[in-house]
């Protein structure tokens, strides 16, 4: 192959060589450079691998450069010799100024490979579509070594399977895009945290020791009292920098970053107008692009040289892992801040889940231990009081006895007694603590992750949004060229004089050099989408009504069909049945149309045309959790404000279809069927979701991906190599992101929240589960994820907007449970003001109204009624008795419940929110610590930029006394640039100059008069000089010249 000494290539390597010291599948060929992403496509034709030294060069073929180098050959060996295969080139790139040096100080061999446009010799003929995308993958590939990536291929193109586009970032390239995206680096000044003195020092000391065994194992986690400053990243300050290696110094997770930054505003113009990797992927010239994990997640050499991965494996993706604490940090710099910051807010939700579960567990024990001594429940459960209650359906019931109901009632004051209202509020303002403490972690994790002060970063647009403004574009130019051609010439209707044509000329030359309107879609090009997105969101909440209402009209016919048994055990069973089952269909029904909506939500975000990620994602939240939130809770919130409540009176029921009547409360109340309802839900999403959606059905798509891939390249993978860490990558399941994970841990907050005066014990579950849910998503992450890239986020989002409403609405929403679905407030209102004795004594009584049998109206009489043994029966209801005057009617209890009820409701709202209040404003947002440690970085940054300027200073004074000493009689510098005049002492400060201005001591033999202009004087200039000086500097804080 001929060499040609000033240009690069790409090279096509066979198998990669074993690094020395490095693990293998992360480096290149030549086991020092690192691959930093990687480019998956598939080849869909029989490719042919020719080169220079088989063919002859011809016109069809173009070269194709790349700063990148062969690996070292050895001899005449001709597997070592590196060849490309015949992909088309659209343009030779010219490698001048390209280029960047390969770690180690060797030259690179350079070369010149020819590749061939159109089909090679012994190929099969290629579509139309996978010539395109060839072309295109060609002009980007082109576009990234022009940016100065280094890029290397495989030798082979598979006819089955991905081909790989390996990319490596290296120092020069790092460091320029390091400096554009501002990225915090360590600098080599550092400073000792501040410690506790007194008595905080010795309970700290003591807290520590005592979390020592729940502390996972992580490396150099002795120098957390120990912080670097950091400083946005810049090329002129190199030697201020913490830089023991250039390789490592720019962690995977930043390498990765930078390279995405580079993929994504990457541009294709010639082949297709498209920008950025995700727009090729959308059209499928890509199949994937990923950075590489770090190495094989399983430990096999010494526990002291795991990688950050088997360390993440080891110590925080284990089940046995449960009780330990989370390596936030770590995390965070193997994924990067978002991920890192979810993780930390699922970890202090699940720690101050802790006392919320200890409160509920109080809360039940005191409820079984008072069961016993419950006046109504015993009222309830006593036979000598012979409650007859009127028949549960029309014609088949009969009249049944309210002692029957007594195993009801006495599970209903588990749940239903006053440490309730305890509990409610005590968990309202958890739910404000919980906010304010996050939000206090959040803010330390920004300062100790360095996110104080980030910008955001320019997102460029989604590939729908280019894909749709390139469609309206070509719309408009098709309509101008219409109107041209119909427009006829306009004649001038008077002669255009010299004056008036400069004028136009003038006009015309102006409006050439105004740039066009940037072009944007408006309103009117989303407005189908809008269209459609709110007529879909009011079907599927029309869709959620329905199953709900289906539900009901099940547990309706079903109660009816089983009091009509002849079996006496199915008769005394009905409620108990048809609960259960209508609660399992619910929660079926809620897993189905979970899975519907969010691909529902994901369509209607499509059809909006967002224009960025960020607009996307927020968009799709919403939705997402609008139309989930309403499947999650519409069955609990009829249970809880709607069910008995317009089911009518004896003699007077409402029916649905003419035929039904409407379902009661249970005789205990609705709140035991709430408590049920919300348990089953709430157990059986979490444990279904997260053993079959999280578990079983990633398995299911690894193992068929993995059948799918076996067969057609089963021999060919026997005759490879063993795979490299990228084809194991690759086989891994793409990062999706974020959403569905926050979605899972929001619904369950509004279970813990909501409803929880039901149901003490959901602050447990929600603990067990979440304890598992920590480990479960971390072993995803590290074992069947591919790595995503590492993105910078100072704060969770969306997410803690809708956390903080949440809070809001559990306040609202568990007064109304305790006022309206409880027994709190008519308890009350009996014993303070109805009871004679000032006890419950006879609150049963109180709660039951009188109906005479005879007023029953035709074909609902019940069966008993013909033995005329029973003239009146009893129904929970506060109305007048039928001797009453106005029988029937709303009773004055009924009213005096209501009025106590809707004051309940206000008072324990702006009790809550007052709560709340002195909780957030007791509770700074910011820790004193953090403000401490902020403010002495600051002094210290400051401190060391004045240190710098003035070394600069001393620098630049030295250069002048001493070029003086050496040249008494000639006091020019740099001729025509830097002139030192007779008798002059030093520069004058001017508009280059590097010298403060102001007057200064003048240098030694001087006359110390005034200082002359300096027109172009620069630290990097006079730096050149001067020989490094051993002793205080070295290789790595030496100052580049950039």
Not at 754 to 777: G, H, K, Q, Y
Not at 894 to 900: I, R, T
Request: aromatic share 12%.
């Amino acid at each position: 192959m001929q060499i040609s000494p000033n240009e690069d290539k790409i090279p096509v390597v066979g198998p990669p060589s074993s690094p020395q010291g490095s693990e293998e599948g992360l480096y290149f060929s030549d086991g020092r450079r690192k691959v930093d992403y990687v480019l998956v496509f598939h080849q869909r034709r029989h490719g042919s691998i020719r080169s220079r030294a088989s063919t002859s060069v011809s016109h069809d073929r173009l070269s194709i450069v790349s700063n990148g180098n062969f690996p070292p050959s050895a001899g005449s060996d001709a597997a070592a010799v590196p060849v490309l295969a015949p992909m088309p080139v659209l343009v030779p790139v010219p490698a001048a100024g390209r280029g960047g040096s390969v770690p180690g100080g060797e030259d690179a061999r350079v070369g010149e490979v020819f590749m061939e446009l159109g089909d090679a010799g012994g190929s099969e003929p290629t579509e139309p579509a996978d010539h395109e995308m060839r072309l295109i993958r060609q002009e980007f590939e082109a576009s990234l070594l022009e940016a100065g990536l280094e890029i290397e291929r495989d030798r082979e193109l598979k006819n089955h399977g991905p081909s790989f586009t390996r990319l490596h970032a290296p120092w020069p390239v790092l460091c320029r895009e390091a400096e554009f995206l501002k990225i915090k680096v360590p600098t080599k000044t550092s400073y000792e945290l501040k410690e506790e003195s007194g008595f905080g020092s010795s309970m700290s000391t003591v807290w520590r020791k005592m979390n020592l065994p729940f502390q996972p194992k992580v490396p150099h986690q002795e120098q957390e009292r120990t912080k670097f400053l950091t400083h946005c990243f810049t090329r002129d300050k190199l030697h201020l920098y913490n830089i023991t290696s250039k390789d490592t110094f720019f962690d995977n997770a930043t390498r990765g970053r930078i390279v995405y930054e580079i993929l994504r505003r990457t541009v294709c113009v010639r082949t297709c107008q498209t920008i950025g990797i995700s727009t090729l992927i959308a059209k499928g010239v890509y199949d994937a692009a990923f950075p590489l994990h770090d190495g094989d997640y399983k430990v096999i050499g010494q526990l002291e040289e795991r990688s950050d991965r088997q360390v993440l494996h080891d110590e925080w993706a284990r089940y046995s892992a449960f009780y330990k604490y989370q390596p936030i940090d770590l995390v965070r710099k193997y994924f990067g801040e978002k991920i890192g910051l979810y993780f930390a807010w699922l970890g202090v939700y699940t720690q101050l889940l802790i006392p919320a579960s200890i409160v509920g567990i109080i809360v039940f024990c005191y409820g079984v231990a008072t069961v016993d001594t419950d006046i109504p429940s015993l009222e309830m459960c006593d036979e000598r009081l012979n409650f007859t209650m009127c028949p549960l359906c029309d014609g088949a019931c009969d009249f049944w006895q309210l002692s029957t109901a007594c195993g009801t009632a006495r599970a209903s004051h588990l749940f239903d007694n006053p440490a309730t209202v305890f509990f409610a509020i005590f968990m309202s303002l958890w739910a404000v603590l919980f906010l304010e403490h996050w939000k206090r972690r959040q803010i330390s994790l920004s300062f100790s992750w360095d996110l104080t002060g980030i910008e955001e970063d320019e997102e460029h647009p989604r590939p729908k949004y280019e894909t749709i403004l390139l469609q309206k574009r070509q719309r408009k130019q098709k309509t101008r060229k219409k109107k041209k051609k119909n427009e006829p010439e306009k004649q001038e209707d008077r002669t255009v004089t010299g004056k008036d044509r400069w004028r136009q000329k003038l006009l015309s030359a102006m409006a050439a050099g105004i740039p066009a309107a940037i072009e944007k879609l408006t309103w009117k090009d989303r407005l189908p989408g809008y269209f459609i997105n709110v007529s879909s969101i009011l079907f599927m909440f029309c869709l959620t009504f329905s199953a709900v209402f289906g539900v009901i009209i099940y547990r309706i016919t079903v109660s009816a069909l089983m009091a009509m048994s002849p079996d006496p055990d199915t008769k005394s069973n009905v409620r108990v049945t048809v609960t259960a089952t209508a609660v399992i269909i619910n929660l079926v029904v809620i897993l189905i149309l979970d899975e519907i909506y969010g691909a529902v939500a994901l369509w209607l975000t499509e059809l909006e045309i967002p224009k960025t990620e960020t607009n996307f994602e927020e968009r799709l939240i919403l939705k997402a959790f609008l139309l989930k939130f309403m499947n999650a809770y519409a069955p609990i919130f009829y249970v809880a404000f709607f069910k008995g409540r317009f089911a009518g009176r004896p003699g007077n029921y409402v029916y649905v279809f003419n035929d039904y009547r409407m379902e009661e409360c249970a005789p205990g109340g609705c709140l035991i069927e709430l408590c049920i309802q919300l348990s089953i839900i709430m157990l059986g999403k979490q444990l279904i979701q997260n053993n079959i959606f999280e578990i079983g059905i990633p398995k299911l798509k690894k193992l068929v991906r993995a059948l799918k891939d076996k067969g057609p390249a089963e021999k060919e993978m026997e005759e490879e190599r063993p795979p490299q860490q990228w084809n194991l990558d690759y086989a891994l399941a793409p990062f999706e992101g974020l959403t569905p994970e926050y979605m899972e841990m929001i619904i369950q907050f509004g279970f813990v929240s909501l409803f929880v005066a039901s149901f003490p014990l959901a602050p447990l579950f929600a603990l067990l589960n979440n304890v598992i849910e920590i480990r479960l998503d971390a072993k995803k992450f590290v074992t069947e994820l591919r790595r995503p890239v590492a993105i910078r986020a100072k704060d969770i989002g969306i997410w803690y907007n809708i956390l903080s409403g949440m809070g809001k609405f559990s306040v609202i929403i568990n007064a109304f449970v305790i006022s309206f679905t409880s027994d709190f407030i008519p308890r009350l209102v009996y014993q303070y003001m109805f009871s004679q004795t000032g006890t419950m004594h006879g609150f049963i009584d109180h709660t039951l109204s009188y109906f005479n049998v005879s007023n029953f109206k035709p074909g609902t009489t019940p069966q008993d009624l013909e033995q005329g043994a029973i003239t009146v029966c009893r129904y929970k209801d506060y109305r007048e008795p039928p001797w009453s005057p106005d029988a029937y009617t709303f009773s004055k209890q009924y009213w005096c419940v209501l009025a106590a009820r809707l004051a309940f409701v206000i008072l324990f709202q702006n009790l809550v929110m007052f709560l709340s209040l002195i909780v957030a404003w007791g509770i700074p947002d910011v820790p004193k610590t953090i403000v401490e440690q902020f403010k002495r970085e600051k002094k210290l940054l400051v401190d060391v930029f004045l240190r710098e300027e003035k070394d600069k200073f001393q620098l630049i004074q030295s250069l002048f006394s001493k070029d003086a000493t050496l040249h008494p009689g000639r006091h020019t510098l740099h001729p025509g640039r830097h002139t030192l005049h007779p008798g002059q002492g030093s520069l004058l400060p001017g508009r280059f100059s590097t010298l403060p201005p102001g007057p200064t001591q003048g240098l030694p033999g001087d006359g110390g008069g005034p200082r002359a202009r300096s027109r172009a004087a620069s630290f990097s200039q006079f730096s050149r000089n001067i020989p490094p000086s051993p002793k205080n500097e070295n290789e790595n804080s030496r100052h580049t010249v950039v």
